[in-house]
């Protein structure tokens, strides 16, 4: 398959701004923090720059609840910065993605505070509103943030549905004003310079109709709503007319956060026709190490399986290869940090090892790779010890209901899942340097400072030549350099398909083949692939080739 698209050899860097560098001593990440670093940026070699919501917002849930979506938030700035961000971005040959949340508004956006003055309201029919059912909610679905989805409106003796916060209010896609106010949205910004677009839990804007109760176990109080909105009836023609009224308009690149989403339907989404999106966020491979117990969700703290992750993400390799495009991506801002989740952060020397033997298992596949800030240094989980130092809604919910309400789990045990699982983990500002506060603020960060900032920086990653952020650097522009990596079909190397320790596969077009070897453990061991004797090392997270004998954690590219 050749490289028919721009992005297709490209790779992005994902921001959250307010954690990524704070510019005027308020504690809180902005825009002209972000233009201050573009140098690092085109240094590490990324092509595309992703920045998480920095609309208006009330702040709710970080900026996922936006209440004007032609605004710059204050806290992070104008839209002068914004324009000097797209500009300073642009000159160094990279491009900008936003975050685009339209499943919902947050309940003080001007269409809902209009919406709820009456059931006749113009912008009434902009959310969605049932009457309840003998003094409850209109149905049984539980919110993604625990509890009904559900809130009770007394002016109007009405429910309105939200999947997230209740001040995270759904829109109703069902509504042409609704879709064409959002696609004329979206072309304005487009004229102000963004490149593209990640569209925010986007395969859930399609409700089912009628807003049928759901199906929950005999002890659960709600029903999980994902099954019940994910992938619904007119996902595609909704997407298919976004994309004729905006994505064709403009040469842009477009990724879709899709929950429940499978190959299959993926195959729609980011068809290689391009009459939706160019590729979709699925989370398949994060829910791997969910808890046995379905009540308690994510909250665990055992490492993911080999064998689990290597059958899912060969899954998705060889089930969208020549159909649709793939993503790749070890960690987010709603995720742990991937050297914590999936590697080690024991010690120094397995961190790094390990970080880099991550990053070879991902980048070396087909679609286009995502890092998350920090990634690239090796940045690890931030283990808070205290439920006071958390500040993610999801997390502090998750222990009062687990814990509190429904005594499912401990006080002690929960914590340590917390540690594992928040996704305060991903938000902890960004590590610069050794100066108080990581160089992040000169104030108060908004959310604290992982206490390993001093060991674990950019200054630091960035004297050495040996750090986590050149072998990143090294992986971008190998991509850049052998279309193998982009065009190149894949397989998993013979004998390896029940392997519990190592994963390695094959990449290999007309002219070249790639063998990537990495080393899931901590422990030496010995494996022998069958390649020329002259095949080349292409890369290594160890400074020489012991052969058959894999050292812990050890990862290797060969190139025949």
Known sequence: MENKYWWNNSVVYQIYPKSFQDSNGDGVGDLRGIINRLDYLQKLGVDVIWLNPIYKSPQVDNGYDISDYQAINPTLGTMADFQELVEGIHKRGMK?????????????HHWFQEAKKSRDNAYRDYYIWRDGKNSHAPNNWGSYFSGSAWQYDPTSDQYFLHLFAPQQVDLNWENPAVRHSVYDMMNWWAAKGVDGFRMDVINLISKPAGLPDGKKAPDEKYANVEPIVANGHRIHEFLQEMNKNVMSKHKMITVGETPGATPADAQKYANLA???????????????????????GKWYDQKTKLSDLRANFSKWQEQLAGKAWNSLYWNNHDQPRVVSRFGDDSSEQKRVKSAKMLATMLHFQQGTPYIYEGEEI????????????????ESINAYHQLVDDQHLLDGKTMMKYIAMHSRDNARTPMQWDASKNAGFSTGTPWEKVNPNYQTINVEQALADKNSIFYYYQRLIKLRHELPVITNGTYRLADGNEDDPAVFTYLRQNDDTTLLVITNYTDQQLTRHYNHPVDAKLLISNYADDAGDTLRPYEAKVYQF
């Open 96 to 108: 900008l993605v936003m975050d685009l949340v339209v499943n919902h508004t947050s309940d003080q």
């Open 378 to 393: 090796g940045m690890t989980n931030a283990y808070f010890p205290k439920l006071a130092d958390y500040v993610d809604l």
């Open 274 to 296: 391009n009459t939706e999106l160019n590729m979709v966020f699925q989370f398949e491979h994060m829910g791997l190490d969910a808890n046995p117990n379905p009540a308690l």
